[in-house]
C-alpha cells in the first residue's frame, strides 16, 4: 500500500509519497550473494530492486496465463527500449 501526506505549500495543496520504513530479517550470506553479482552496496536499493524484479516476473506469468486462456487474441505492440542490444 502507498501512503501519501497531505502538505500545503505557497503553491497550493500536494500529496506527498511517503515511504515506509520496516524492518527485516534477512540471512546475511543471502544478502551477500544478491549484492555481489547485482553490484548493489545499499541494502536498502538491493531489496527495492529484488521487489521490482519479483513484481516483473509475476506480471509476466500472469500475462503469460492470460496469453493461454484468450487464444484469439491479438499480439499487443510493445514500447522499444531506450537501449538497442
Known amino acids: 500500500m502507498v501512503h501519501y501526506t497531505n502538505a ?5 495543496f500536494i500529496r506527498v509519497r511517503q515511504s515506509m520504513r520496516t524492518t527485516l530479517k534477512i540471512d546475511d550470506d543471502l544478502l551477500h550473494r544478491g549484492q555481489v553479482p547485482a553490484n548493489v552496496q545499499e541494502k536498502t536499493a538491493l531489496v527495492r530492486d529484488g521487489l521490482k524484479a519479483l513484481i516483473a516476473r509475476e506480471s509476466a506469468r500472469r500475462l503469460a496465463r492470460l496469453g493461454v486462456s484468450m487464444p484469439q487474441l491479438e499480439p499487443i ?3 522499444q ?3 538497442q542490444a
Open 8 to 12: 500545503y505549500t505557497h503553491f497550493g
Open 77 to 79: 505492440p510493445r514500447r
Open 81 to 83: 527500449s531506450d537501449t
